[in-house]
């Protein structure tokens, strides 16, 4: 028998793999740079959802446990940003360094450093959590540019805290509450897609309104290059002084 998993629909996500497999692609979507397609958001909700035994009954599944998703979540959120931030500092920007491909596009690593200028390591690593795709290349990207281990683990408990369990417990409270809506799940989740996208499109926007001396970072720089231009500038003014 053949097995047919659609990796970008929740729903068979969860249906196909259960609890182990939405904490799997929580870690893998956080800690891993090809994991950037997966959906975290929604999968985030629509398990949620499934924890009403109602919305799990119509599409043919136990009911997840809230109690071990409010646990389990945030500890693989956790765990799979820090190992990202681990592989930036191990690795630097050869972890970047790839040729342009179907998965890997540089301009995933360039939205991830303009939010990390722009909002600073400590909030970015925060927000990043609700913005799909710069949420995995930020974490690798805070490690190449030097956020300390520590520093970094503080706030990606808080991110991670926030993102998984605010998403699950809506999910939940939508299940519970609102009668039927598991025969609107895919709507739903179309909205949660949206809600996602918001942050992104409202910063783009301002991006777009700020004058290019007034951007986080210049076009075409590579990851890091703002910093390094800074820095051999600090060394020689000191060494004229």
């Not at 979540?73 to 970047?96: M, N």
């Not at 519970?176 to 598991?182: C, D, Y």
Request: charged share 20%; with cysteine.
């Amino acid at each position: 028998m053949q097995l047919a998993v659609n990796f970008l629909d929740p729903q068979s996500l969860i249906t196909t793999f259960g609890v182990l497999g939405i904490l799997a692609i929580i870690f893998a979507e956080t800690g891993l740079l090809v994991g950037f397609f997966l959906p975290g958001d929604t999968l985030l909700f629509t398990a949620g959802l499934f924890t009403t035994a109602q919305a799990a009954h119509e599409v043919g599944v136990a009911p997840l446990s809230l109690p071990i998703l409010l646990v389990a979540a945030p500890v693989c959120a956790i765990a799979g940003a820090q190992f990202g931030h681990y592989l930036g500092d191990r690795y630097g920007r050869k972890l970047f360094d790839r040729p342009n491909s179907r998965l890997f596009r540089p301009e995933h690593v360039e939205k991830a450093e303009y939010y990390f200028n722009k909002f600073g390591p400590a909030k970015a690593v925060v927000l990043a959590r609700f913005i799909p795709v710069v949420r995995t290349f930020l974490n690798p990207l805070a490690g190449m540019l030097e956020m300390g281990a520590r520093r970094f683990f503080v706030w990606n408990v808080i991110g991670a805290l926030v993102w998984t369990e605010s998403i699950i417990l809506v999910g939940h409270y939508l299940g519970s509450r609102v009668g039927g809506i598991e025969k609107y799940v895919l709507p739903v989740v179309a909205l949660a897609v949206l809600a996602s996208v918001v942050p992104v499109v409202r910063e783009v926007l301002r991006g777009r309104r700020e004058t290019p001396g007034t951007r986080a970072r210049h076009p075409g720089e590579r990851p890091g290059e703002r910093q390094d231009a800074r820095a051999g500038r600090s060394a020689g003014q000191e060494e004229r002084l």
